[in-house]
């Protein structure tokens, strides 16, 4: 006689993964939304502090969770990427009191290797809504254009040359969607580099700009907004902000303890 053992997790996950702020709910209610693993927690921000409205589970561990807002629109989408390549949309339904999903797709190929250098699985979206991008393999992206209504349209795979991505980000302020790559070469080398992504052609160019051997231990990007624009590089001894037609260093000054 076989015996088994039919396990279960009697607790609701509580380490937060992500995190996002918005006007999910309503175009004047500023929402916080928590990813934990596999739910996603929404509060409303109010005179009072946060008061806690709707606790979601999500099937999947969640790797990618951005508010985004479509052109018409006049409250945010919640876009959300799970550990298995399953990409959705969701949207607050007011009258119903509850979130309601608008998009969903499995982006999964399962012929190339899934990434696990650098960050690992990273999912972005255009300032302008006009394409999300996922690095779900190493040496390719994935890039799923928005229709106007803030659907998910045919997507297509942009071929990268850089193997060792550590972060990829969207620029503000540039006439076709340009991407940001942080990538790390076999020298161990850090270095960034901009490429327009082409949505007629399905393909992508090189940027308007790049910049090589960049501080040791530079790890994440972070795009800056109009009137600026450009990127914020956050490096273990500096913060260096890099644009198309200038640059500047911020030294990292370190605390000691005694």
Not at 225 to 239: A, D, Q, R, S, T
């Amino acid at each position: 006689m076989s015996a088994y053992n039919y396990v279960v997790t009697a607790h609701k996950p509580t380490n937060v993964t992500h995190s996002c702020v918005g006007n999910f709910t309503g175009p004047q209610q500023l929402n916080l939304i928590i990813a934990k693993c596999t739910r996603i927690e929404i509060h409303l921000l109010t005179p009072q502090g946060l008061q806690p409205m709707l606790d979601v589970p999500i099937y999947g561990r969640i790797a990618t969770l951005e508010l985004f807002r479509p052109h018409g629109e006049t409250q945010d989408l919640l876009f959300i990427a799970t550990e298995r390549f399953v990409v959705c949309v969701l949207q607050w339904d007011a009258e119903a009191n509850m979130v309601v999903t608008r998009a969903m797709r499995d982006v999964s190929d399962g012929i190339e290797t899934p990434t696990h250098k650098g960050h690992g699985q990273i999912g972005i979206i255009d300032p302008d809504c006009r394409l999300t991008a996922l690095h779900l393999y190493d040496g390719f992206l994935n890039a799923i254009p928005f229709d106007n209504k803030g659907k998910l349209t045919e997507a297509f795979y942009i071929k990268l040359k850089e193997r060792e991505v550590l972060d990829i980000k969207f620029l503000y302020g540039c006439p076709k969607p340009t991407i940001v790559v942080l990538y790390q070469d076999d020298k161990v080398a850090r270095h960034v580099k901009t490429y327009e992504v082409s949505l007629k052609d399905h393909n992508s160019v090189e940027g308007p700009w790049s910049q090589h051997n960049l501080d040791t231990g530079s790890d994440f990007i972070i795009p800056v907004p109009p009137p600026f624009c450009g990127v914020l590089i956050i490096g273990e001894n500096k913060i260096v902000y890099y644009g198309a037609s200038a640059s500047k260093e911020i030294p990292i000054r370190a605390k000691i303890a005694f």
